[in-house]
């Protein structure tokens, strides 16, 4: 059985997707772009994208019932790989230390809306 999980903590699908998807004790979070819920708009830089995409993450989780702790796998999609240190400080101060998730960091050509950063995660609710 699936359940789908929707915030206003988080930015509106874009597309034909959700937010998030339970099967089981497991959260599937779709890519989170670094859209400010409330307005609609990214921040400039990649720093304050990373840490949008991160709020957008951690509503979803929460309204799933789980904390960033839960997060056990994220990927994260780079504009521009040279970014991955400043994006890395801000991804650590989300997680705590031991509990990290395994992570895989990957640049991509283009992402949606030119954003420079998109996070998604996979969560373990059990």
Do not use: C, W
């Not at 099967?23 to 720093?47: C, H, K, R, W």
């Not at 957008?56 to 040279?82: C, Q």
């Amino acid at each position: 059985m699936r359940k789908v999980v929707a915030t206003a903590g988080a930015p509106a699908a874009i597309g034909p997707y959700s937010q998030g998807n339970i099967t089981g004790d497991f959260l599937y979070i779709s890519g989170q772009l670094p859209i400010n819920p409330q307005t609609g708009e990214m921040p400039a830089g990649v720093e304050a994208q990373t840490k949008q995409s991160l709020e957008n993450v951690k509503a979803i989780v929460e309204a799933a019932g789980g904390t960033m702790d839960h997060v056990i796998k994220t990927t994260v999609f780079l504009n521009d790989m040279n970014d991955f240190g400043t994006m890395n400080g801000v991804y650590a101060s989300y997680f705590t230390e031991g509990l990290y998730p395994s992570r895989s960091a990957v640049e991509v050509a283009r992402l949606p809306k030119d954003a420079l950063v998109e996070v998604e995660a996979i969560v373990y609710l059990g």
